[in-house]
């Protein structure tokens, strides 16, 4: 402890600020792969067994409106790191093979400002972003090992003890429950008891089809979401061993929905609507359900508020620490979403604007048909609704679904299933013009490059 006070005190002085800025500061970022809402236990589903991430949610705030302002995994995650759309940040689309989409060279990441203030960074298994100049975690460990809880809880403890006596912002990246080449890669797994789930007790959500194959990729879905779950409890686990949980945030989300047809790469709230987490010792109270309209893009300015470091002035989202009493402040009242592409071949851009009653949404190369991820398309899920010639996709027609007009606006609360697109109806000109405009000025302000649609067409 002496070390540790010892060098905050240095470190404090070197940065000019008061030592206590720095005491007691650290960060535990913890991303879900293709996590949706409506798949964990503390957000109402009683089938599902997630007891860790339940009492996560008992010892810190739970938001019930929080949005990924993307639903695809590099995007999503350039974003977090960066408080930046995905247009603003350049993280359009994965980052991996031939897809190769990176983050500009010049924006700001969340190990960068807290590893020039002195933070020890590092993340355990999927980072999924570069470059690795604007993303430079001291330590990159476990680069696969995103489905097995004992491996993860083992790099957890590996860079706690790298990290010593400085404060420390680690991001754990399960790739759970994202799917794998086939299934959800439900194995054996060392000191990992696994949770099987019968395909009859399954729910399925609104925007699929009640068929066996559905159910049994739930029930598989399921079976990753628990071992998620599991590898949650262990890194929480290990800060708590380590004596460090009583100084550290932890933060619990998803990149964006579940991996099924209707909700992955779409703005719709499948997609984008997800679990946010919070535990931050000191601030606020525990069993707090906060239903305040909350971005992703806050979750940056959230830790750098944490860590006493100033945000840089790109970042428009705010830190939800003053919330984590349940406070509800009456200007949260929009969130925004920015959709490039996910695969390379899948140009789709989209833009959103959500508030408690509206979603509109513009589809900006609308003429096209939307294109399906890989993984989706080859699953038994699509590949029944090819086979059988459905025109449904759940309660949503499939021709919708695929050929879009420019606007989509739906009535959240009367119509959460967004179903029937209102646009076009003469009673709603206002409201799509009024949201347009607020829409067209959160471009201006993250400075969108596809505003030149709006100016030409």
């Not at 996590?35 to 810190?60: F, H, M, W």
């Not at 705030?61 to 790191?81: D, E, H, K």
């Not at 190769?100 to 010049?106: A, C, E, K, L, T």
């Not at 970042?315 to 959709?339: E, I, N, Q």
């Amino acid at each position: 402890m002496i070390r540790r006070l010892s060098y905050l005190a240095m470190l404090a002085a070197v940065l000019g600020i008061a030592p206590s800025v720095l005491a007691a500061k650290n960060v535990v970022l913890l991303i879900a792969d293709d996590l949706g809402i409506e798949q964990v236990g503390c957000y109402g589903n009683p089938i599902i067994r997630t007891p860790n991430l339940d009492a996560l949610a008992k010892s810190g705030a739970r938001f019930t409106q929080a949005f990924s302002s993307v639903a695809s995994c590099s995007p999503s995650r350039g974003s977090l790191l960066t408080g930046l759309p995905t247009h603003q940040c350049g993280q359009y689309g994965l980052a991996h093979a031939a897809h190769h989409s990176q983050s500009f060279d010049n924006v700001a990441s969340l190990p960068g400002l807290l590893g020039k203030a002195g933070y020890a960074t590092g993340v355990i298994a999927k980072l999924h972003v570069g470059p690795k100049a604007v993303y430079p975690f001291d330590a990159e460990l476990g680069p696969g090992a995103g489905r097995n809880p004992t491996a993860i809880e083992r790099f957890t403890k590996q860079f706690l003890q790298q990290a010593g006596d400085k404060p420390f912002f680690l991001l754990v990246g399960y790739t759970d429950p994202h799917r794998d080449a086939k299934g959800f890669a439900n194995k054996d797994y060392p000191d990992a008891q696994p949770i099987v789930y019968d395909p009859k007790e399954v729910i399925v959500p609104a925007h699929l089809p009640d068929r066996p194959e559905v159910r049994q990729e739930l029930a598989e879905y399921y079976q990753s979401v628990s071992r998620l779950d599991d590898g949650v409890g262990r890194v929480l686990k290990a800060i708590q061993s380590a004596g460090k949980a009583d100084e550290t945030l932890v933060i619990f989300l998803s990149d964006n929905g579940i991996p099924f047809p209707g909700a992955k790469t779409t703005l719709y709230d499948a997609g984008v609507h997800l679990p946010l987490l919070i535990r931050a010792p000191g601030k606020g109270k525990p069993e707090v359900v906060n239903p305040s309209l909350v971005s992703f893009l806050d979750v940056a300015p959230t830790i750098l508020d944490w860590a006493g470091v100033p945000a840089p002035k790109a970042m428009l989202g705010k830190s939800l620490l003053p919330l984590l009493d349940g406070s509800a402040p009456a200007d949260r009242t929009a969130v925004y979403g920015s959709h490039q592409y996910h695969e390379v071949t899948m140009y789709y851009p989209m833009r959103m604007i959500r508030t408690r009653k509206f979603k509109l949404l513009v589809n900006l190369a609308h003429p096209l048909e939307y294109p399906s991820a890989g993984d989706l398309f080859d699953s038994p899920t699509w590949q029944g609704i090819l086979e059988r010639k459905d025109t449904q996709l759940g309660r949503r027609s499939l021709a919708t679904f695929l050929h879009r007009p420019m606007l989509e606006l739906y009535d959240v609360q009367a119509d959460p299933n967004e179903l029937k697109n209102l646009a076009a109806d003469p009673a709603y000109a206002s409201t799509v013009q009024e949201l347009r405009a607020q829409l067209r000025e959160w471009q201006k302000l993250t400075k969108d490059p596809w505003l030149v649609k709006d100016r030409h067409e």
